[in-house]
């Protein structure tokens, strides 16, 4: 049950943009803000991690808006909630190293030598420009496209492209790290 709420909950914001559109064409924006302000309040309780807690306090502030005003809007901007929360992680790591990719990294190679520390920063400094960018369309998404374009680009596009971004960097680090070895 213990690793059952957090894949559920993973699960659930995975489908969030799915679900909104789906339920929007059936539902009054007030009763979509129920879930989200249930998903809310589940990740709240099974985590302690202060980024979460606060991504979830501001899922409150967006549902609760929906709620009251009976817009749809607010319901769409969780995604860019999500973005400017981890941008804010991964910013901040850059500030007070390590990084999140440095921690990351250290996990699997604990004696990280300095030039994957400086390549772990420079994810991270790649990662922060992928939340801005997909942060920034997400908002656009929210405040001038479609329901079904909003939909389709926070949980279909968006997710494409951080998987190509995951590849991608998977193909530089055996690069790296091949040029590494043999220098």
């Not at 995975?14 to 909104?20: E, F, I, N, S, T």
């Not at 980024?51 to 501001?58: E, I, M, R, S, Y």
């Not at 656009?140 to 374009?149: F, I, M, P, Y």
Request: proline fraction near 6%.
């Amino acid at each position: 049950m213990k690793l059952l709420r957090p894949a559920l909950l993973g699960v659930l914001s995975l489908a969030y943009p799915l679900l909104v559109y789906w339920g929007l064409g059936r539902f009054e924006p007030r009763w979509m803000a129920v879930p989200l302000a249930g998903m809310a309040v589940v990740r709240a309780v099974a985590t302690r991690e202060r980024v979460w807690l606060v991504t979830a306090a501001g899922a409150l502030v967006l549902a609760s808006t929906s709620l009251l005003g009976n817009h749809a809007l607010p319901l769409k901007l969780y995604p860019v909630l999500v973005n400017t929360m981890l941008l804010t992680v991964f910013a901040t790591s850059l500030v007070s190293p390590p990084s999140v990719i440095e921690r990351l990294a250290r996990l699997r190679e604990p004696e990280l030598p300095p030039s994957g520390v400086a390549y772990t920063r420079r994810v991270t400094q790649v990662w922060c420009g992928f939340f801005v960018v997909n942060g920034s369309i997400a908002l656009g998404t929210a405040l001038w496209a479609s329901d079904a374009t909003w939909a389709l680009y926070n949980g279909l596009i968006a997710y494409g492209l951080m998987g190509v971004l995951f590849a991608g960097e998977w193909l530089v680090r055996r690069r790296v790290k091949a040029s590494h070895a043999h220098g």
